[in-house]
T-cell receptor, first 115, second 113 residues
């Protein structure tokens, strides 16, 4: 199966600065990598995703990069704002012939934006 | 939450009792998933469904069963609840491709005493 490692577990940045969260995955056959934001007491919210045929994707202040050779992908948030404070999860999708197509998640990064 | 509701939102039960959690969607998406979220483990897949009456096991399926008799409803049953099943349970749905673009519901917090 797939294994996803996520770092750091906690990240504190000044408002307006950039934040970077990194994940590595174990199975080179994984081909879809989403990022989720989870606020306290709520379900995870999909914020951006990338497929293995793409190296980078941007959506306003958020970007994701993928390095297939090294098997790692990163979330970049620029010009951080207080509302970016949350727990962020990376995930990887490994499709198998007859098995589960659920996501394998990292353990999360608690992002704290300092005013 | 992308037209997903979960019920109940909170439940306290005793060890050995059966528990059923419900996920209801209004998006008519084909794929539905049940995950559990625990500190130190992140989210882990329990079961998933790829259509009415079509289900399969995930990473942590022991002690759980599921049913899907209608597109919009996916039920998770704990046949005999144990304290290790105390967790927050999330339902997710997706339409495009197997496993991609999953949207999560608000969760059910379950405490087994």
């Amino acid at each position: 199966g797939e294994n996803v490692e996520q770092h750091p577990s906690t990240l504190s940045v000044q408002e307006g600065d950039s934040a970077v969260i990194k994940c590595t995955y174990s199975d080179s056959a994984s081909n879809y990598f989403p990022w989720y934001k989870q606020e306290l007491g709520k379900g995870p919210q999909l914020i951006i995703d990338i497929r293995s045929n793409v190296g980078e994707k941007k959506d306003q202040r958020i970007a994701v990069t993928l390095n297939k050779t090294a098997k790692h992908f990163s979330l970049h948030i620029t010009e951080t704002q207080p509302e970016d404070s949350a727990v962020y999860f990376c995930a990887a999708l490994l499709r198998s012939g007859g098995g589960a197509d659920g996501l394998t998640f990292g353990k999360g990064t608690h992002l704290i934006i300092q005013p | 939450d992308a037209g997903i509701t979960q019920s109940p939102r909170h439940k306290v039960t005793e060890t050995g009792t059966p528990v059923t959690l419900r996920c209801h969607q209004t998006e008519n998406h084909r794929y539905m998933y049940w995950y559990r979220q625990d500190p130190g483990h992140g989210l882990r897949l329990i079961h998933y469904s790829y259509g009415v009456k079509d289900t399969d096991k995930g990473e942590v399926s022991d002690g759980y069963s599921v049913s899907r008799s209608k597109t919009e409803d996916f039920l998770l049953t704990l046949e005999s609840a144990t304290s290790s099943q105390t967790s927050v349970y999330f339902c997710a749905i997706s339409e495009s491709g197997r496993g991609e673009t999953q949207y999560f519901g608000p969760g059910t917090r379950l405490l087994v005493l």
